[in-house]
């Protein structure tokens, strides 16, 4: 891209071009208590480490395209937010708005089928770095329903990690359920005492942890340890899920690259138990246990783990490169592309792909623009391309390809 060309986007004075690839800004989310180093050094940018991130939105509606053509590029640069500003429209220098590129043509940059769906884009492609986390369910994908959305998600993990996956057979769902109330209406009362100042917050998470000691939610659901690159697919919904903490297993937390439909979790996420979490002034979130027990599925064959890890199957393959597809569903599905030192793909498009880095240098061309994209970085590739070329370097390369 010349300086001239630049100056013409900034400006507004010229429409976005939808036929080459665009590296993605990556948003990257500060979590004091959780986050970590492991995206920012994956990514190279170890002059970030310092600062704990617990994910980086790789592709949202609000993602933000640079015009740069090499992620390896010191004016190449992340955004650093919150889960409270993450949602809001930035515009960094040498960038335009995936949004207003879609809008060039939502048909010619999505692909015809997804366009006519919804015109605009409606994945969430988010890297993680996890500690433990709610146990949560959403609706069936399927469902309509008046007030909840559906959020199909699948996570694929890059290092080993400890979920929670579906519901024990045979277990008493009735002791379940007041399992979690009786933690939730202990931690709400302690929390009162916190607040009118009968007892100080260390006692109260004391009592807490004996609480949840005395009769656990976790005595009810699956322990599951997925290995590296092990796929868990969780987008048919109504199933039980939650990320756990295991210091010698998982010693990082779970370091996973995360596909769901773009949902917001206030109309998206059910929440049963929070880990007995309770703040320092008191107060506690909400949690949305009728919901939980009400949509959560509760046949044997939705809550049996095996069921929901697919083992990769080879689409293609040829002297210098393995394309295989992780999972397919119908809000989104993730290829993985294996391509040996110095060798290339090519493929035709029919629809707009997200093309991630897990490994390796790789160029990518497509229209008269090639892309240099490195370990840890994204690019889009509209439909309107034509055609794409994945070219490896001097290293073996992993590319993760999402699309709908």
């Not at 600062?51 to 949202?60: D, H, N, P, T, V």
């Not at 220098?93 to 366009?115: N, Y």
């Not at 949305?288 to 049996?304: C, H, P």
């Not at 083992?311 to 989104?332: C, T």
Request: with cysteine; aromatic share 8%; charged share 20%.
């Amino acid at each position: 891209m010349s300086v001239a060309d630049t100056m013409r986007y900034t400006l507004g004075m010229s429409t976005p071009d939808i036929t080459r690839p665009y590296l993605v800004i990556p948003k990257l989310i500060e979590q004091p208590t959780w986050g970590g180093d492991y995206i920012v050094k994956s990514k190279g940018w170890d002059e970030l480490a310092q600062i704990k991130i617990g994910q980086s939105y790789e592709l949202f509606s609000g993602s933000n395209l640079s015009l740069l053509t090499d992620s390896a590029s010191r004016d190449f640069h992340g955004e650093i937010t919150d889960n409270k500003a993450v949602e809001l429209s930035t515009a960094p220098p040498d960038s335009i708005q995936l949004s207003k590129l879609v809008a060039v043509d939502p048909t010619a940059v999505l692909g015809e089928e997804v366009a006519r769906k919804n015109p605009s884009i409606n994945l969430l492609i988010k890297y993680t770095q996890a500690l433990g986390n709610s146990f949560q369910v959403h609706i069936p994908a399927s469902l309509q329903h008046p007030k909840w959305l559906p959020k199909p998600e699948s996570w694929y993990y890059f290092e080993p990690g400890c979920i929670t996956l579906g519901i024990k057979p045979g277990i008493d769902w009735v002791a379940y359920e007041a399992c979690c109330r009786n933690i939730d209406v202990q931690i709400a009362t302690l929390g009162n005492e916190v607040q009118q100042g009968l007892i100080s917050y260390e006692d109260a998470r004391l009592r807490i942890a004996e609480v949840v000691q005395q009769d656990s939610p976790t005595q009810y659901v699956n322990t599951v340890y997925p290995v590296q690159g092990q796929l868990v697919d969780l987008s048919c919904g109504a199933l039980h899920h939650s990320w756990e903490e295991d210091a010698a297993l998982a010693p990082q937390g779970n370091i996973l690259y995360e596909l769901q439909l773009e949902a917001m979790d206030d109309v998206s996420t059910f929440r049963a138990y929070d880990k007995g979490k309770l703040l320092p002034d008191g107060s506690k979130r909400d949690l949305q246990i009728n919901e939980y027990f009400e949509f959560i599925d509760r046949s044997d064959a939705l809550n049996t783990p095996a069921n929901h890890l697919p083992e990769p199957a080879v689409l293609s393959q040829a002297d210098g490169y393995v394309l295989s597809s992780l999972m397919r569903s119908e809000s989104y599905s993730l290829n993985k592309l294996l391509l040996s030192p110095r060798t290339s793909y090519e493929e035709h498009l029919e629809t707009y792909k997200h093309l991630f880095v897990k490994n390796g240098t790789v160029r990518i061309t497509a229209g008269k623009t090639t892309l240099q994209v490195t370990q840890g970085h994204s690019c889009f590739i509209p439909t309107a391309a034509g055609t794409y070329t994945v070219e490896a370097t001097d290293t073996a390369s992993e590319i993760l390809v999402s699309f709908v």
